[in-house]
């Protein structure tokens, strides 16, 4: 089936501004991450959503980002009041998770969506 | 998680095989060690996953030292598309994150 998908694919948005990233997981993943990646840097992980539940937010910046999910599918991260150095990749993964058959669960990552803060 | 050592760069002829390298001495039992790669410009791109035995899929080959404390990950024919950057990771097979490091930078020549 199709893959993870984000959008927008590119958002240029001025200091100041609040911006909704999206994510479509593959259908019928359970789990699903949002990780930041700034220029030249590796991954950071920002949040984790098993089903609608986000049980680790350790990773959020601060408290101008948020997420949510619904229906155990689409996610939204939502940064309010948008800085310079949000500018960054946002990348969505999900991940089929069965604690039960422990099922090991391989994270399959989308395009991205490149945030430019100006 | 345990954490890994990758060299920073690596090249390879094309039509070679490539053999990257990965040490994780801290491994725990129920780690696993996965592979991804990043393209430029694009989210990461699983390839390979083992928690012990030698494995393969059509993009690869994952071999695992029998003390598990090494990983190699094998690109057989690797093409000018594998040019990426490769991340060795080893992780509980549900923790929450993934602990990417610089990973290594694969550059396949002409």
């Known amino acids: 089936g199709a893959g993870v998908s984000q959008s927008p694919s590119n958002k240029v948005t001025e200091k100041g501004k609040d911006v909704e990233l999206r994510c479509d997981p593959i259908s019928g993943h359970t789990a699903l991450y949002w990780y930041r990646q700034r220029l030249g840097q590796g991954l950071e992980f920002l949040i984790y959503f098993q089903g609608n539940s986000a049980p680790d937010k350790s990773g959020l910046p601060s408290d101008r980002f948020s997420a949510e999910r619904t229906g155990e599918s689409v996610s939204t991260l939502t940064i309010q009041r948008t800085q310079q150095e949000d500018s960054a990749v946002y990348l969505c993964?999900?991940?089929?998770?069965?604690?039960?058959?422990?099922?090991?669960?391989?994270?399959?990552f989308g395009p991205g969506t490149r945030l430019t803060v100006l | 998680d345990a954490k890994t050592t990758q060299p920073t760069s690596m090249d390879c002829a094309e039509g070679r095989a490539a053999n990257l390298p990965c040490n994780h001495s801290t491994i725990s039992g129920n780690e696993y060690v996965y592979w991804y790669r990043q393209i430029h410009s694009q989210g990461p791109q699983y390839i390979i996953h083992?928690?012990?035995n030698n494995e393969t899929n059509e993009m690869a080959s994952l071999i695992i030292t029998e003390d598990r404390k090494s990983s190699t990950l094998i690109l057989p024919h690797a093409t000018l598309r594998d040019t990426a950057v490769y991340y060795c990771i080893v992780r509980v097979f549900y923790n929450n994150d993934m602990r990417f490091g610089a990973g290594t930078r694969l550059t396949v020549k002409p």
């Open positions: 993964a999900s991940s089929l998770v069965s604690l039960r058959k422990r099922v090991t669960d391989t994270q399959y």
């Open positions: 083992g928690l012990k």
